[in-house]
């Protein structure tokens, strides 16, 4: 139930207290005083309780009449040099007006007690109860309180346990009428009963199966502002489905039934919500009935936004954010919302060939945007053919597969079309932008089409808008006709990229407001958030369809954009980040990005700046929700970020993000806390730590020369495993486009043709180092060829290079020999993705090569066979694993002490027995007598 405070009339005068000053209860404010010494009397009150103190109360301004008060405090001038006790206050109310003191006219309302210290001699002491003075108003009220009628008198009437002189201070005089002022709240005498609220109106529940008992609940679709228990039912005739009402929903709002076959399809009831004091309110409740169970898999919504800034969305908390998005804000106050979101490029299209192939676009030569020759006929400007998508790897677990909006990773339909690429269905345009309007005439840019067929645009077509119904008719039937198959879905919108259109109802919620200089761009800044709004608005509307078909528990959603805003393109904002669209300041690369899975996912989490997520993250993440990743090997620079949102461990860390665009010129490595970037062009380098903050303008590179040197070796060893860029924003670029080399079989004629980005002149092939004997390259066609044996190294990492007179581009890649005995270690952390500079990967303790050596994984914690000592015969014999046909040294070393220094073991003889896999057991015997020699210490030392 709602109170409403009275407001204070101006006419008001005080005595001895402010109105809001806190000196007397803060919960009430000064309601009335007797500044014009209206009642009492001038006489020293010996006796404590002859004369009572009067207000009167005439709607004049004083009070508001028919209200209930409840009395907190006053303050009242008294003037006695020792003057300490208590006061006990009689509270009544006169039947007559301010005329009626006679006793037979004061009703009492009650009493209460306060206790007075005095200090100063012209003070005003002010009272506060310790327990506000309350009083049953009528029976009409449920708020205790004092109810006075329009005629009546409110009579103060005090007792004193000590004499007490009246003192007048706005006169300096003594037993002169006391200033008095009272306070407290005042309420509606009948208090305002509040209705029941529905969160959502419509909204949905959990779908059901036709023939299994249904069962739900209401609980948490509507609340009540006073606290009510709410009633729910069903309103009669309020029932809409294909067959019978056989939904039952109790009084408490559990949910239960059991649906028939004619009950399959959308079922709706109007339900109410009662909570028992006249207050009503309903909603439409609605349950989708399928022929099947669900999929035990979860679906996966995956929305783009794109060139959206950092600060332009509610839920990252930017004070001066002029319009709101409730509906993204779902997502990221419904599960994990990321402050370090990354993506891998700072353009669009380098950034969508990250996030949809989970792999840096630098590995495969993208990292600009696309050129006009993209529309070549037979480009190969695009998202390598090789690289393996999202709904390539989704399809493979089971997956139906759409995709809509913008596309942006390839011209050449022949290659780089959307359904070639993985998607069932692709409802979109292939270019980078176009108009939100109607494209009345087709082009192959910027016209919508429909798995490769023209769309006809509507007249009316608002594109945000236009986008998201297709989205809303794909997700209903497929979860309406094929509910046992998941489904991933693309929502690539371009919003609210330029150019700068937006309808006339959204701009009318957007403010002009001073974010920039000009008027002009202040008002473009309001068309980008009316933009902005729009799109929120739309996945609103996704998100309430999952809810009334019941598988928003099931659905796992992603929201982040595809780079920073460009505040000089379309008016966004990335505060408090520096930097923008095209550079790798934060501002560039750092995005608002979110992931929510009711049930699964708890909401309400943030990660924090120590816990970097990127989009590359987002192809491992759903490889592993999808069960895919156990159908095949998923080659990414991301990690499986579920054990981090399900909080099974702490912290993404510790991670290295990677960085480079431009034609190579800018680049930029984060790990841990520190991020190292670098202009090629400019020269300029810098190192921020951003435990300290996120504004990158704090530039630590001369300060910290260790860290810096570290993170300057760390990008050389990524960069040495990238191939050069194939394309920038004026066309194709010379570039080797094999990034894997098929692996040779030992004895086994080897033959492996080499791609290049530009056909054209003739080009020189050769191998600039690592050239193992047995390989040989065609300087003409780039074949390599070759029969290895098997004591040929099994890991070769060898650097290619292509020359056409003009340009040279080189690339290092391994290749590998199956069948190959002879592998070291550092072959074999190669092979399996572990840095070089690793010396404890998994972090257990155990060196990473001693972990090799004794048959374990250094890349995870896990048993390994230790050595054993065991006594036979009167001689030692130590016992340990050895890897077969290894470089590997294993030395057995003694010492009389840990102190002394360790000499190589006494052997009388050494054995062998094969323990299959590639291992062996070594038994030496020492020659040492356990009978005669004591504190004798013996270790394995393992090296390479």
Same mark, same amino acid.
């Given at each position: 139930?709602?109170?409403?405070?009275?407001?204070?009339?101006?006419?008001?005068? +005080?005595?001895?207290?402010?109105?809001?000053?806190?000196?007397?209860?803060?919960?009430?404010?000064? !309601?009335?005083?007797?500044?014009?010494?209206?009642?009492?009397?001038?006489?020293?009150?010996?006796?404590?309780?002859?004369?009572?103190?009067?207000?009167?109360?005439?709607?004049?301004?004083?009070?508001?009449?028919?209200?209930?008060?409840?009395?907190?405090?006053?303050?009242?001038?008294?003037?006695?040099?020792?003057?300490?006790?208590?006061?006990?206050?009689?509270?009544?109310?006169?039947?007559?007006?301010?005329?009626?003191?006679?006793?037979?006219?004061?009703?009492?309302?009650?009493?209460?007690?306060?206790?007075?210290?005095?200090?100063?001699?012209?003070?005003?002491?002010?009272?506060?109860?310790?327990?506000?003075?309350?009083?049953?108003?009528?029976?009409?009220?449920? @708020?205790?309180?004092?109810?006075?009628?329009?005629?009546?008198?409110?009579?103060?009437?005090?007792?004193?346990?000590?004499?007490?002189?009246?003192?007048?201070?706005?006169?300096?005089?003594?037993?002169?009428?006391?200033?008095?002022?009272?306070?407290?709240?005042?309420?509606?005498?009948?208090?305002?009963?509040?209705?029941?609220?529905?969160?959502?109106?419509?909204?949905?529940?959990?779908?059901?199966?036709?023939?299994?008992?249904?069962?739900?609940?209401?609980?948490?679709?509507?609340?009540?502002?006073?606290?009510?228990?709410?009633?729910?039912?069903?309103?009669?005739?309020?029932?809409?489905?294909?067959?019978?009402?056989?939904?039952?929903?109790?009084?408490?709002?559990?949910?239960?039934?059991?649906?028939?076959?004619?009950?399959?399809?959308?079922?709706?009831?109007?339900?109410?919500?009662?909570?028992?004091?006249?207050?009503?309110?309903?909603?439409?409740? &609605?349950?989708?009935?399928?022929?099947?169970?669900?999929?035990?898999?979860?679906?996966?919504?995956?929305?783009?936004?794109?060139?959206?800034?950092?600060?332009?969305?509610?839920?990252?908390?930017?004070?001066?954010?002029?319009?709101?998005?409730?509906?993204?804000?779902?997502? *990221?106050?419904?599960?994990?919302?990321?402050?370090?979101?990354?993506?891998?490029?700072?353009?669009?299209?380098?950034?969508?060939?990250?996030?949809?192939?989970?792999?840096?676009?630098?590995?495969?030569?993208?990292?600009?945007?696309?050129?006009?020759?993209?529309?070549?006929?037979?480009?190969?400007?695009?998202?390598?053919?090789?690289?393996?998508?999202?709904?390539?790897?989704?399809?493979?677990?089971?997956?139906?597969?759409?995709?809509?909006?913008?596309?942006?990773?390839?011209?050449?339909?022949?290659?780089?079309?959307?359904?070639?690429?993985?998607?069932?269905?692709?409802?979109? *345009?292939?270019?980078?932008?176009?108009?939100?309007?109607?494209?009345?005439?087709?082009?192959?840019?910027?016209?919508? $089409?429909?798995?490769?067929?023209?769309?006809?645009?509507?007249?009316?077509?608002?594109?945000?808008?236009?986008?998201?119904?297709?989205?809303?008719?794909?997700?209903?039937?497929?979860?309406?006709?094929?509910?046992?198959?998941?489904?991933?879905?693309?929502?690539?919108?371009?919003?609210?990229?330029?150019?700068?259109?937006?309808?006339?109802?959204?701009?009318?919620?957007?403010?002009?407001?001073?974010?920039?200089?000009?008027?002009? #761009?202040?008002?473009?800044?309001?068309?980008?958030?009316?933009?902005?709004?729009?799109?929120? #608005?739309?996945?609103?509307?996704?998100?309430?369809? !999952?809810?009334?078909?019941?598988?928003?528990?099931?659905?796992?959603?992603?929201?982040?954009?595809?780079?920073?805003?460009?505040?000089?393109?379309?008016?966004?904002?990335?505060?408090?980040?520096?930097? @923008?669209?095209?550079?790798?300041? $934060?501002?560039?690369?750092?995005?608002?990005?979110?992931?929510?899975?009711?049930?699964?996912?708890?909401?309400?989490?943030?990660?924090?700046?120590?816990?970097?997520?990127?989009?590359?993250?987002?192809?491992?993440?759903?490889?592993?929700?999808?069960?895919?990743?156990?159908?095949?090997?998923?080659?990414?620079?991301?990690?499986?970020?579920?054990?981090?949102? +399900?909080?099974?461990?702490?912290?993404?860390?510790?991670?290295?993000?990677?960085?480079?665009?431009?034609?190579?010129?800018?680049?930029?490595?984060?790990?841990?806390?520190?991020?190292?970037?670098?202009?090629? +062009?400019?020269?300029?380098?810098?190192?921020?730590?951003?435990?300290?903050?996120?504004?990158?303008?704090?530039?630590?590179?001369?300060?910290?020369?260790?860290?810096?040197?570290?993170?300057?070796?760390?990008?050389?060893?990524?960069?040495?495993?990238?191939?050069?860029? &194939?394309?920038?924003?004026?066309?194709?670029?010379?570039?080797?486009?094999?990034?894997?080399?098929?692996?040779?079989?030992?004895?086994?004629?080897?033959?492996?043709? !080499?791609?290049?980005?530009?056909?054209?002149?003739?080009?020189?092939?050769?191998?600039?180092?690592?050239?193992?004997?047995?390989?040989?390259?065609?300087?003409?066609?780039?074949?390599?060829?070759?029969?290895?044996?098997?004591?040929?190294?099994?890991?070769?990492?060898?650097?290619?290079?292509?020359?056409?007179?003009?340009?040279?581009?080189?690339?290092?890649?391994?290749?590998?020999?199956?069948?190959?005995?002879?592998?070291?270690?550092?072959?074999?952390?190669?092979? &399996?993705?572990?840095?070089?500079?690793?010396?404890?990967?998994?972090?257990?303790?155990?060196?990473?090569?001693?972990?090799?050596?004794?048959?374990?994984?250094?890349?995870?914690?896990?048993?390994?066979?230790?050595?054993?000592?065991?006594?036979?015969?009167?001689?030692?014999?130590?016992? &340990?694993?050895?890897? @077969?046909?290894?470089?590997?040294?294993?030395?057995?070393?003694?010492?009389?002490?840990?102190?002394?220094?360790?000499?190589?073991?006494? !052997?009388?003889? +050494?054995?062998?027995?094969?323990?299959?896999?590639? *291992?062996?057991?070594?038994?030496?015997?020492?020659?040492?007598?356990?009978?005669?020699?004591?504190?004798?210490?013996?270790?394995?030392?393992?090296?390479?």
């Amino acid at each position: 139930m709602v109170f409403v405070t009275a407001a204070v009339s101006a006419a008001v005068m +005080t005595s001895g207290y402010t109105v809001g000053s806190g000196l007397l209860n803060p919960n009430g404010e000064t !309601l009335f005083v007797d500044a014009a010494a209206a009642g009492g009397s001038d006489a020293t009150d010996n006796d404590g309780y002859s004369d009572n103190f009067t207000v009167l109360i005439d709607g004049a301004g004083y009070w508001v009449v028919g209200d209930t008060v409840e009395i907190t405090g006053f303050a009242l001038t008294v003037h006695n040099a020792s003057a300490n006790g208590t006061f006990t206050f009689d509270v009544l109310q006169g039947a007559g007006g301010i005329g009626d003191t006679g006793a037979g006219g004061l009703a009492s309302l009650g009493t209460a007690t306060a206790s007075y210290g005095y200090s100063g001699s012209t003070e005003t002491v002010y009272v506060n109860f310790d327990i506000p003075v309350s009083f049953v108003a009528d029976a009409n009220s449920t @708020k205790i309180g004092i109810h006075i009628s329009n005629t009546g008198a409110l009579k103060l009437k005090y007792n004193a346990t000590f004499p007490v002189t009246r003192y007048n201070k706005t006169t300096g005089n003594a037993n002169q009428a006391m200033n008095i002022s009272v306070a407290g709240k005042v309420f509606p005498l009948n208090p305002i009963n509040s209705v029941p609220e529905f969160k959502t109106n419509p909204f949905g529940r959990t779908a059901a199966v036709k023939d299994v008992p249904y069962s739900g609940t209401l609980a948490g679709v509507a609340s009540d502002a006073d606290g009510d228990e709410l009633i729910f039912s069903k309103v009669p005739s309020g029932f809409s489905g294909p067959g019978s009402d056989w939904l039952t929903i109790s009084t408490n709002g559990a949910l239960s039934g059991l649906p028939g076959t004619n009950e399959v399809g959308k079922n709706t009831w109007t339900v109410q919500a009662t909570d028992g004091n006249g207050g009503t309110n309903q909603a439409t409740l &609605h349950i989708q009935v399928n022929a099947e169970p669900p999929s035990v898999k979860p679906n996966i919504l995956y929305i783009l936004a794109d060139d959206l800034g950092y600060a332009d969305i509610s839920a990252n908390g930017w004070a001066n954010l002029e319009f709101e998005t409730p509906q993204i804000d779902r997502i *990221f106050n419904g599960g994990v919302r990321a402050k370090a979101g990354f993506v891998s490029n700072s353009v669009c299209a380098p950034s969508r060939a990250g996030l949809m192939t989970g792999r840096s676009g630098s590995r495969f030569g993208f990292e600009s945007n696309l050129p006009a020759a993209q529309w070549d006929e037979g480009s190969v400007i695009g998202l390598d053919p090789g690289q393996k998508t999202i709904p390539d790897v989704l399809q493979t677990a089971g997956y139906k597969t759409h995709g809509l909006g913008k596309w942006h990773i390839g011209g050449n339909t022949n290659l780089f079309h959307p359904n070639l690429r993985g998607f069932d269905e692709w409802y979109g *345009f292939l270019g980078g932008s176009r108009s939100y309007w109607q494209v009345t005439e087709y082009n192959k840019d910027d016209s919508i $089409e429909h798995n490769g067929v023209w769309v006809q645009e509507p007249a009316d077509i608002y594109v945000t808008d236009f986008l998201t119904d297709q989205a809303l008719d794909y997700i209903s039937n497929q979860t309406t006709n094929h509910p046992a198959q998941p489904w991933f879905m693309y929502m690539s919108y371009n919003a609210p990229h330029a150019p700068m259109h937006a309808k006339a109802e959204d701009l009318a919620r957007v403010p002009v407001v001073s974010h920039f200089s000009t008027e002009s #761009d202040n008002e473009n800044r309001r068309i980008y958030g009316a933009m902005v709004v729009s799109m929120d #608005d739309n996945i609103g509307r996704l998100l309430d369809q !999952l809810d009334l078909l019941g598988i928003a528990e099931n659905t796992v959603v992603v929201f982040h954009s595809d780079n920073g805003g460009p505040p000089d393109q379309n008016w966004s904002r990335n505060n408090p980040l520096r930097g @923008k669209k095209g550079e790798l300041w $934060e501002g560039g690369i750092r995005v608002p990005f979110a992931i929510s899975w009711p049930g699964t996912i708890p909401a309400g989490q943030i990660a924090e700046h120590d816990s970097p997520v990127s989009s590359l993250d987002l192809m491992p993440t759903f490889a592993a929700i999808s069960g895919a990743d156990q159908l095949q090997e998923i080659r990414t620079d991301g990690i499986n970020l579920m054990p981090f949102l +399900t909080n099974a461990v702490a912290t993404t860390s510790p991670r290295k993000l990677y960085w480079r665009r431009g034609d190579t010129t800018k680049i930029a490595v984060r790990s841990g806390d520190y991020k190292y970037y670098f202009n090629r +062009t400019t020269g300029d380098e810098y190192l921020f730590n951003h435990a300290s903050g996120s504004g990158e303008y704090s530039n630590k590179a001369t300060g910290e020369p260790d860290r810096l040197a570290e993170l300057q070796a760390t990008w050389a060893a990524y960069e040495s495993t990238l191939t050069d860029p &194939h394309f920038n924003a004026g066309g194709p670029l010379l570039a080797i486009r094999t990034y894997d080399l098929e692996a040779a079989q030992t004895n086994t004629p080897y033959s492996m043709p !080499l791609e290049y980005s530009t056909p054209g002149p003739a080009c020189t092939w050769s191998i600039l180092s690592g050239k193992p004997d047995w390989l040989e390259i065609d300087p003409v066609t780039g074949e390599l060829s070759g029969t290895p044996s098997a004591t040929n190294a099994y890991y070769n990492p060898i650097q290619l290079q292509i020359d056409d007179g003009a340009n040279t581009s080189t690339y290092n890649v391994p290749l590998r020999i199956s069948g190959s005995n002879n592998i070291g270690f550092e072959d074999w952390k190669a092979v &399996h993705g572990i840095p070089g500079d690793s010396t404890d990967m998994d972090g257990d303790g155990v060196p990473d090569i001693v972990e090799y050596a004794l048959g374990g994984d250094p890349a995870h914690r896990g048993e390994i066979e230790m050595p054993s000592l065991a006594v036979n015969e009167g001689a030692l014999t130590y016992a &340990h694993l050895r890897r @077969k046909g290894q470089s590997l040294t294993y030395d057995v070393k003694v010492a009389d002490d840990l102190f002394s220094t360790w000499q190589p073991a006494p !052997l009388w003889a +050494t054995e062998t027995v094969d323990r299959g896999n590639g *291992f062996e057991v070594v038994l030496q015997t020492l020659d040492i007598d356990p009978g005669v020699v004591s504190n004798q210490f013996i270790r394995l030392d393992v090296y390479e």
